[in-house]
């Protein structure tokens, strides 16, 4: 296959995106909440090796990926992590994968079960990386009110907080929506309410829906709030 005919986008919903030297693609992988096991570092220090030029690079999503390899190595690297567990990153007008911070795990600030919530989107609604989206879609998860992941700066972020105005001070859920990085970077809106967990996930399915339906190509979601009014808009996704 000649390089002019090679179906960029094909590979990079396969994970596999286009590298600046021609001929090679990097392999970008991902796992839920960034947790990789021995065995997954063993079989990508192995793939690095075989196929690559022996590193592995650490991205900013929590994701691992191997650069240099060869683009007709592809299917042969596909079939070697087929079974290992390890899911492939993204790329494009897709969700991206959840970012999150270690949380109640193992973080002594940690007020929330991170790993949790981000497992809970994936198996239980089905809002993983890869959904195909208007455009790229981020969505950050932070344990504590001390922000590592930003989740000011993305789609939708998410920090743990003690509600105060609970009778047991419980520990719940901060949102932030419509945040962005990139050349104009911005701020998401705060929501006016702790939130339990299950609302979390009943309010990222609404908004995530909301802006699939409604959104216009390669329009975030920031956009999409300005167009219908930051009023509008919580009307529409309020839980």
């Not at 999503?61 to 290992?84: H, N, T, Y």
């Not at 590592?148 to 929506?177: E, H, M, W």
């Not at 309410?193 to 399915?205: G, P, R, S």
Request: aromatic share 8%.
């Amino acid at each position: 296959m000649s390089i002019e005919n090679i179906d960029h986008e094909n590979l990079k919903k396969r994970g596999f995106l286009k590298q600046k030297q021609d001929g090679f693609v990097i392999l970008r992988t991902r796992t839920t909440s960034g947790v990789y096991t021995k065995e997954h570092l063993e079989k990508l220090a192995q793939i690095a090796k075989k196929y690559g030029k022996g590193f592995i690079h650490p991205t900013v999503r929590q994701g691992l990926e191997v650069p240099f390899i060869k683009i007709e190595d592809v299917p042969a690297v596909e079939k070697e992590l087929k079974g290992s567990g390890i899911a492939m990153g993204t790329s494009g007008a897709r969700l991206r994968a959840v970012t999150a911070c270690p949380g109640n795990n193992w973080c002594r600030f940690g007020l929330i079960n991170t790993f949790g919530l981000a497992e809970r989107l994936e198996k239980e609604l089905g809002i993983g990386s890869g959904l195909d989206l208007p455009h790229k879609f981020k969505i950050a998860v932070s344990g504590c009110p001390n922000t590592c992941t930003r989740p000011q700066g993305s789609d939708i972020g998410i920090l743990g907080f003690i509600d105060t105005a609970s009778a047991r001070k419980r520990a719940g859920y901060i949102v932030y929506i419509g945040g962005s990085g990139g050349r104009h970077p911005k701020d998401g809106i705060r929501l006016d309410k702790v939130f339990t967990e299950d609302e979390v996930l009943a309010l990222i399915e609404k908004i995530i829906k909301f802006y699939k339906s409604n959104a216009k190509p390669k329009q975030r979601l920031s956009l999409l709030m300005e167009e219908f009014t930051k009023d509008r808009f919580l009307k529409e996704i309020v839980v």
